[in-house]
């Protein structure tokens, strides 16, 4: 049996009891998946991906990633689930401040690796981002498609179980965002699972994929 990732069982999400924004959501998410999620504005897509990383809580239901049930009951798990996850947002949120090496490193930095250590992993993620070239620089200085590379860096540093992504191109032109998606198809091809909010799917070929859509606070798994 393929090890298991993620597991929710007619699992409800909402923010307040009385609007629920998903209902009785089942499914299961194996390694080495690779999956789109679509739906609407407002359908819920951000509320699936906050479950994962335990930001928005289960109303009912039964919710399980990387073996830990949802809600998290104490801050160590939830410590302990986080640190198996790569999360990267639309917005990218890098360290405005900080060399583009050093944002790619701040897991590294918090999981407590050696010096030595962070070099390697900062050296083979910008070879595998192509921005060796710019490993000096700062966020500003980079383009979108550029800076959005760099937080897929970062969310792999630390070797996560998980890569989550919530519209990673919803900021970029078609090409960029093409180049992102390839990104994250070729680090899925590598063996990550990977689950991706995406408003469009982006043209796939050759490459194995699933497909959630959320439509009416229900999620749908397309079959082509
Ligand atoms: N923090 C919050 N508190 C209360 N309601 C919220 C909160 N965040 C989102 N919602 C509501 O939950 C529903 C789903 O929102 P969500 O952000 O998951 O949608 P989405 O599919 O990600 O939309 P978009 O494509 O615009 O990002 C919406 O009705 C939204 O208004
Ligand atoms: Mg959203």
């Known amino acids: ?8 069982k007619d699992l409800s999400l909402a923010y307040d009891s009385r609007e629920v924004v998903l209902r009785d959501l089942s499914f299961s998410i194996n390694e080495g998946d690779l999956i789109f999620v679509t739906g609407a504005s407002g359908s819920g897509k951000s509320t699936l991906i ?18 830990v049930k949802m809600p998290a009951d104490s801050k160590s798990s939830i410590d302990r689930l986080r640190r198996k996850l790569g999360i990267v947002f639309q917005d990218y949120r890098l360290i405005e401040e900080w060399s583009i090496e050093r944002n790619i490193a701040l897991p ?24 060796t070239h710019r490993r000096d620089r700062f966020p500003q200085e980079l383009s979108g498609g550029e800076q959005q590379r760099v937080a ?27 180049l992102v998606h390839e990104l994250f198809m070729a680090v899925n091809q590598l ?5 991706i909010v995406t408003h469009r799917m982006p043209s796939i070929a050759g490459v194995n994929y699933r497909h959630f859509r959320i439509d009416e606070g229900r999620l749908v798994e397309i079959n082509y």
């Open 50 to 67: 906050k479950a994962f990383y335990g930001a928005v809580a289960p109303i009912k239901g039964y919710l399980r990633v990387g073996g």
């Open 152 to 178: 897929v860096a970062r969310a792999l540093s630390h070797n996560p179980m998980l890569l989550l992504a919530d519209e990673p191109t919803g900021n970029l032109d078609d090409f960029s965002a093409q």
């Open 1 to 8: 049996m393929a090890n298991e990732i993620a597991f929710a």
């Open 108 to 131: 590294l930095y918090i999981a407590g690796y050696d010096q030595k250590r962070i070099k390697d992993q900062v050296e083979k993620l910008l070879k595998h981002v192509r921005l």
């Open 191 to 195: 063996g990550k699972t990977v689950v």
